[in-house]
């Protein structure tokens, strides 16, 4: 089992920035890819951004060139960097955890931390 603890979120003017934080509850280094996700009042739970273990970034074309994804293998912390911020961007962000070639196999979510953005 994985835990993974979300922190950072909160309220925001638009054009402002934030940092969230996702803490594991083991090494990153042996979970293949931990990403963000979001999800808006009444749509769906949409990638925003993920890295692997290899350190390649992917990220939800609506935040290419403000939002960054990042990593500190020695605090097991993914870190997401919000800048630019739109109200469009306001969500619950969830970290997730993918472990395909490690043990246990499985995917994991954190609790979810929540952003706003005002206009």
């Known amino acids: 089992q994985v835990q993974l603890v979300e922190s950072g979120g909160g309220l925001v003017q638009a054009g402002g920035s934030l940092r969230l934080s996702c803490a594991a509850s083991?090494?990153?280094?042996?979970?293949?890819?931990m990403g963000w996700y979001r999800q808006a009042p009444g749509k769906q739970r949409e990638l925003v951004a993920h890295?692997?273990?290899?350190?390649?970034?992917n990220y939800a074309d609506s935040v290419k060139g403000r939002f960054t994804i990042s990593r500190d293998n020695a605090k097991n912390t993914v870190y997401l960097q919000m800048n630019s911020l739109k109200p469009e961007d306001t969500a619950d962000y969830y970290c997730?955890?993918?472990?395909?070639?490690?043990?246990?196999?499985?995917?994991?979510w954190g609790q979810g931390t929540q952003v706003t953005v005002s206009s």
């Open positions: 083991r090494s990153i280094t042996s979970i293949d890819t």
């Open positions: 997730n955890a993918l472990i395909y070639s490690f043990y246990p196999v499985g995917r994991y």
């Open positions: 890295i692997t273990s290899g350190g390649s970034t």
